[in-house]
């Protein structure tokens, strides 16, 4: 799981000076990074301001700026779009045009987006008690609850999206269902940065968080009679994996399933239900790893689509000390890794991808180790009489 240390503190220290003075705060904002850089490089068909050449930008300790700018982006119902950089130095233009886009609701969570505005909002509160920081994060916080499916799950975007559109799906990648839950479970067990929430908004934070739990057990893939992992969407109403892009079938998907199973490993009190998931997650995650493989990438002519730019390629090479790596994609049904083209058609090999996806997209992941290596914390504790790497 995909856990960022979202604060710490600087000491500064005045010359001449006996005591101390405390903070200069600082927020990390690596959560941030995926946006910021899909801003300057690939911007979204939303997007309402447009970087400069060399376009200047705030540090880790300039927390008040960064979090008037969180305040600039957040849209009227509460939530934010995505492919931003929360560090950019605006000018007057451009708070005005988004300002003027407030009523615009292209609100979502991909990207890790929205709570983890919400989160730099309550840390950024904690340091400086304006109030402006904290109805904003309880904005936040109310539009994750309106945009909760009933079965627990929540959408890519809210307010939803067109029929048929993928964005609909319970959406597990890029960390937006996980980062959600992760804050949830941040608020329900009494993380003091969140200590302005009050009994009923925390009864309701609480009651979404359970809906979500049973969400992620539900939907754990149980193929042929064999439970396994999850995808990286699941359709909204029956719960079964789902396309996302034309290039993401329905299928296992092991490197969002990570962030999930981590989840249910760091649960204090967890049920035989949770630990059964763990279990079976953790058995499929040992039985789908690739031995005796690597992916090398190499560089390669210049090739122009109207996706990007291509300037390096990928193949898979023999390597017998090469660590055990993972699809991933793996085919419902044969449990055959898959890959897949922009025609959606899936193929059974790297080297079958065009090579634009093929050195575009990450087809392989080490993702599994890390819930490999947890389990062996987890499992003594809360499953002491089987031990399913044994």
């Not at 979090?67 to 509460?78: F, M, V």
Request: include cysteine; charge should be positive.
């Amino acid at each position: 799981m995909k856990r960022y240390i979202l604060f710490s503190f600087v000491t500064l220290v005045t010359a001449g000076s006996l005591q101390a003075q405390v903070e200069k705060p600082a927020i990390d904002l690596g959560i941030f990074s995926d946006a910021s850089n899909h801003w300057y490089a690939i911007p979204d068909k939303g997007t309402v301001i447009f970087p400069r050449p060399g376009h200047p930008r705030y540090t880790t300790t300039d927390v008040a700026p960064i979090a008037d700018n969180i305040l600039l982006y957040q849209k009227d119902n509460g939530g934010w779009p995505k492919n931003y950089d929360m560090q950019a130095i605006l000018t007057p233009d451009q708070k005005d045009s988004l300002v003027m886009a407030k009523p615009i609701l292209n609100t979502t969570f991909d990207n890790r987006t929205t709570y983890s505005q919400i989160a730099y909002l309550a840390k950024a509160y904690s340091y400086f008690k304006e109030d402006k920081y904290k109805d904003a994060a309880l904005k936040g916080l109310a539009f994750i609850i309106q945009a909760q499916y009933s079965n627990g799950g929540w959408p890519q975007y809210f307010p939803l999206e067109a029929k048929g559109n993928y964005s609909r799906h319970i959406t597990y990648n890029d960390d937006a269902f996980g980062g959600i839950i992760l804050l949830l479970k941040d608020i329900t067990e009494g993380d003091p940065v969140y200590s302005f929430v009050d009994a009923k908004l925390k009864k309701q934070l609480q009651q979404a968080y359970d809906k979500g739990l049973d969400c992620i057990l539900k939907t754990q893939i149980n193929d042929n009679g064999k439970p396994t992992a999850w995808c990286q969407q699941h359709d909204e109403i029956t719960l079964q994996p789902a396309w996302a892009r034309k290039f993401e079938p329905p299928s296992i998907c092991n490197a969002e399933s990570v962030q999930l199973v981590l989840f249910l490993m760091s649960i204090k009190k967890p049920s035989p239900e949770i630990i059964e998931a763990v279990q079976n997650a953790v058995a499929w995650f040992n039985e789908s790893k690739i031995t005796g493989i690597r992916v090398e990438t190499f560089a390669a002519p210049e090739m122009v689509t109207p996706f990007r730019i291509s300037r390096t390629d990928r193949r898979v090479v023999n390597d017998s000390a090469a660590a055990p790596i993972w699809t991933r994609y793996y085919e419902l049904k044969t449990h055959r890794p898959v890959f897949c083209n922009r025609d959606s058609k899936v193929v059974y090999s790297l080297a079958e991808v065009d090579r634009e996806r093929r050195d575009g997209y990450s087809w392989y992941t080490y993702e599994p180790q890390k819930a490999l290596k947890q389990y062996t914390v987890w499992q003594p504790k809360f499953a002491p009489g089987k031990n399913v790497l044994q």
